[in-house]
């Protein structure tokens, strides 16, 4: 089984940066993709961005491609999303996902089987 991690969330003005990690542990080689979600309260999960195990492929919602950039450390088996130029509106819980076969669709909340536990980024103005 596969477990996830996030940590790295905090509280930050408009304008900064944070980095956010996801580290996974158990069959790691089991993963096929990983992927960033957010949520506010009352609303739905939406999809951050996502990167491919097998060759580190990279995909982005098109509003956040530019400040938002997601890297992966295939040796300690950790996700990275580094958050530039934040501001109050990605005020959100930031949630990391692993898919475990192929398939499914990366920008899809229901196409991933683990799921971290969440960690909240507050942007003030």
């Known amino acids: 089984q596969v477990q996830l991690v996030e940590s790295g969330g905090g509280s930050v003005q408009a304008g900064g940066s944070l980095r956010l990690s996801c580290a996974a542990s158990?069959?790691?080689?089991?993963?096929?993709?990983e992927g960033w979600f957010r949520q506010v309260p009352g609303n739905e999960r939406a999809w951050v961005g996502g990167?491919?195990?097998?060759?580190?492929?990279?995909y982005y919602a098109d509003s956040l491609r530019g400040p938002f950039t997601i890297s992966r450390d295939n040796v300690k088996n950790i996700m990275y999303l580094q958050m530039n130029n934040l501001k109050p509106e990605d005020t959100a819980m930031y949630y990391c996902?692993?898919?475990?076969?192929?398939?499914?669709?990366?920008?899809?909340?229901?196409?991933?089987?683990?799921w971290g536990q969440g960690t909240q980024v507050t942007v003030s103005s």
């Open positions: 158990g069959d790691t080689s089991s993963i096929k993709y």
């Open positions: 990167i491919f195990t097998l060759d580190d492929d990279t």
């Open positions: 996902a692993a898919r475990l076969s192929n398939g499914g669709t990366l920008y899809l909340p229901t196409s991933y089987n683990i």
